[in-house]
């Protein structure tokens, strides 16, 4: 990346612009990237590449989800587990663990870190929601950003969000395409009505400077 630029520094604070202030994020999302793929690795070599690879999805399971099948369902049907069989070993309700797979109940948070713990996956990786959300027709959705003047010193700064609503994801991404250039600087995001966060601003700068 360039150099960066310093605009203010003081004893504890030092200030840069937001601009360099995202590089240095996707910077660091690049080493984090390398860092998991050295350290995945590494684990092949001292464990075993097929006890390794037995945790990642294979490219027909990846696509099932793609398809919109259940997160729980998918990694359930990997460790080649019945739903009685998860439920027992989970130490959750089986007609529970059905409702959930069949998205009738959201499931609590403590379900899916059982869940995850006995499938050997992290608990938000078998949220059926985390999907649902990043698909292109899912909708509506809202884009929320700051009306904060940049730079301006903390308390001078006014707390206003605007928020814009969209039909779909896909329109609310081609609204941030076309207002990138400013909305980079304001704090962006694209929530769904719940306020669940479906790109936040790391991700958005991601997703346009492809």
Known sequence: MSTVRI?????????????DWLELLAALDDAEDRAAVAER???ERMFGKETQRDSYLTGTEALR??????PLKVWREKRGLSQRALAV??????????EIEAERKPGSDAAYRKLGATLQVPP???SARRYRMRRPNYGPVL????????????????AAIKREEFATVEAALKHVQQEWKWLRFRAASV?????WTIYDLEELY?????
């Open 143 to 158: 884009v929320s950003w700051s009306l904060d003047t940049p730079g301006a010193a903390p308390g001078n700064r006014a």
């Open 206 to 210: 991601r997703e346009m400077e492809r």
């Open 7 to 19: 605009l203010t520094e003081t004893e504890d604070t030092v200030t840069i612009a937001r601009e």
């Open 41 to 43: 690795r590494a684990k």
């Open 89 to 98: 070993e989970a130490k959750i309700g089986n007609s529970y663990l059905a």
């Open 65 to 70: 989800l793609l398809d919109g099948e259940n």
């Open 191 to 195: 929530i769904d009505v719940d306020q």
């Open 124 to 126: 938000e990786e078998l």
